[in-house]
């Protein structure tokens, strides 16, 4: 399968503790964008990255939130202290070049009990 | 601030009759639009867009239409199947820009048999 792949597919976590997703992009694809959708809402703009750089994360919350894409290894979408409001699917979405369409993972739902 | 906004909810339709989906959006530097599909414990599925340049863009049962005056474009599946039922998210862009995708909420197709 050489779709984007994202992990852990669920997660829980206790409040005040930290959470972090995984996203490897499709074969090729050097973009990263990260969406989160709240029940019963589409999905929302997080953060753009690319290889090693942050491009755009004017979706991200100011704190408690933070991302990266190193140079080896998937992207990581990390939460600090989780609250319960954290509690959501969170997806990946890759594309070669910045370009569309933006293909998407299967998500992780993160439940903060 | 919706940006786009997909105002039903919900639609069912019988087997073999059309669908059509709507969605509006509000700003108007929006030059490109995704349709997306989804199902239950899924990501986004791509499955057509079309360019602020274009009216129309037709991709097998899948027709997108685009108004610009009226910020208004629609997703048409005919004939509609069972298999088409999910729910049904429109994107927007605004190219050049960092190419995140701003979502609608969705609406939901039922194909009833």
């Known amino acids: 399968n050489a779709g984007v792949m994202q992990n852990p597919r669920h997660l829980v976590r206790r409040r005040g503790q930290e959470a972090r997703l995984r996203c490897s992009p499709m074969?090729?694809?050097?973009?990263v964008y990260w969406y989160r959708q709240l029940p019963e809402e589409g999905l929302k703009f997080m953060v753009y990255?690319?290889?090693?750089?942050?491009?755009?994360e004017s979706g991200m919350p100011k704190e408690r939130f933070s991302a990266e894409f190193p140079k080896e290894g998937p992207s990581i979408l990390r939460i600090q202290q989780v609250v319960r409001g954290d509690s959501a699917a969170y997806f990946c979405?890759?594309?070669?070049?910045?370009?569309?369409?933006?293909?998407f993972g299967d998500g992780t739902r993160l439940s903060i009990l | 601030d919706q940006q786009v906004k997909q105002n039903s909810p919900s639609l069912s339709v019988q087997e073999g009759r059309i669908s059509i989906l709507n969605c509006d959006y509000t700003?108007?530097?929006?030059?490109?639009f995704l349709w997306y599909k989804k199902y239950p414990a899924e990501g986004p599925t791509f499955l057509i867009s079309i360019s602020s340049i274009k009216d129309k863009n037709e991709d097998g049962r899948f027709t997108v239409f685009l108004n610009k005056s009226a910020k208004h474009l629609s997703l048409h599946i005919v004939p509609s199947q069972p298999g088409d039922s999910a729910v049904y998210f429109c994107?927007?862009?605004?190219?050049?820009?960092?190419?995140?995708?701003?979502f609608g909420k969705g609406t939901k197709l039922t194909v009833n048999p």
């Open positions: 074969k090729g694809h050097s973009h």
């Open positions: 979405a890759s594309s070669p070049k910045g370009s569309q369409p933006q293909h």
């Open positions: 990255l690319q290889k090693e750089n942050i491009i755009d």
């Open positions: 994107a927007a862009i605004v190219q050049g820009g960092s190419e995140k995708l701003v």
């Open positions: 700003n108007s530097m929006f030059d490109y």
